[in-house]
């Protein structure tokens, strides 16, 4: 009799994985029919806790039920296919505004000229993918901050930016592991080159704002990096060290990001986009960025 593939199921929590979320998950997967098998605790040295579950392969639909159910018990929860392999991880690709940082640069960028709300409308519409030309967003919205002196850069840079949680452990460990680090990002080359020397990012690609007599002109030289162009950068980087995408862990928060993420042997979705969290491996909205660490042990 062919054995069926199994998904591995891990909760992760910043408290301890109570007892209550291991019964409710078990009495969803009976009433579904879906066996349920081995679970084990996580042991390691990460400041989070987690449970690890197998069970069989998982329709879209149970992902989310399941998903809701570690929510009520303040866990979150990741999918790890049969096929993924830790150790084989050689590529972390990541997004920039509102995943490695806190915070969408270009809103903060027209905030010092009165203008965010107009362009966080047109950010947010895009990133849930109601506006699906990332281009024409950007452009629409670079637009809006023709005439913002560039000293406004280095101040949403020193004042208002900051990595997530967990994104300096990551990193770091990302690169102990001899991992190449891509920042990949539809947001300005001001930042990307920035972090790249505050994080140590193997690579950094993202877009490139027009600037003369020390004013934004409210244009984009060059091509604009989109979702497409995310992926292409992540395979590109992969083709680069003789790996494949599976062997590439993507992160991302916005619909822009889907293209990259699909495909990847890990896909991590962080306080993301519903219609991203659906899609990916694992979504945190509890944990830190660290958290991927665990799912590598």
């Known amino acids: 009799m062919t054995k069926l593939e199994t998904t591995t199921l891990v909760a992760i929590s910043k408290e301890s994985i109570p007892r209550a979320l291991d019964s409710a998950l078990k009495d969803f997967s ?7 098998n081995s679970k084990q605790s996580g042991l390691s040295s990460s400041p989070y806790f987690s449970e690890r579950w197998f069970v069989q392969t998982l329709n879209e639909g149970d992902r989310t039920t399941l998903r809701n159910i570690a929510a009520e018990h303040d866990a979150d929860l990741a999918f790890l296919s049969p096929s993924f392999n830790p150790e084989a991880i ?4 990541m997004d920039m505004d509102s995943t490695l940082i806190n915070i969408e640069c270009i809103d903060e960028i027209a905030d010092f000229a009165g203008r965010k709300a107009d362009v966080a409308k047109i950010t947010e519409a895009t990133m849930r993918g109601e506006i699906k030309d990332f281009k024409e967003s950007l452009r629409r919205r670079v637009a809006l901050l023709e005439g913002i002196s560039v000293d406004v850069l280095e101040s949403v840079y020193q ?6 949680p967990g994104a300096t452990q990551l990193l770091a460990a990302a ?20 972090l790249r020397e505050q994080l140590g990012f193997t690579q950094t690609q993202s877009n490139t704002l027009e600037i003369i007599d020390n004013k934004l002109t409210g244009k984009v030289l060059g091509n604009i990096v989109d979702g497409a162009a995310k992926a292409t950068y992540l395979e590109q980087a992969c083709a680069s060290l003789g790996v494949s995408k599976v062997q590439a862990i993507a992160m ?5 990001d889907l293209l990259m993420m699909h495909g990847a042997g890990l896909s991590v979705a962080y306080q993301a986009k519903p219609v991203v969290k659906e ?13 991927t660490l665990l799912l590598l042990d």
Not at 30 to 36: A, D, N, R, V
Not at 90 to 93: M, W
Not at 279 to 291: N, S, T
């Open 252 to 256: 991302g928060d916005g619909a822009n």
């Open 175 to 194: 690169h102990q592991r001899g991992l190449h680090t891509l920042l990949v990002s539809g947001g300005f080359t001001f930042f990307t080159d920035k």
């Open 159 to 164: 004042e208002r930016l900051r990595p997530n």
């Open 30 to 36: 009976s009433k579904q029919g879906i066996e349920f």
């Open 90 to 93: 050689r590529v972390l690709a």
């Open 279 to 291: 899609k990916a491996d694992a979504a945190f909205d509890r944990v830190g960025l660290d958290a």
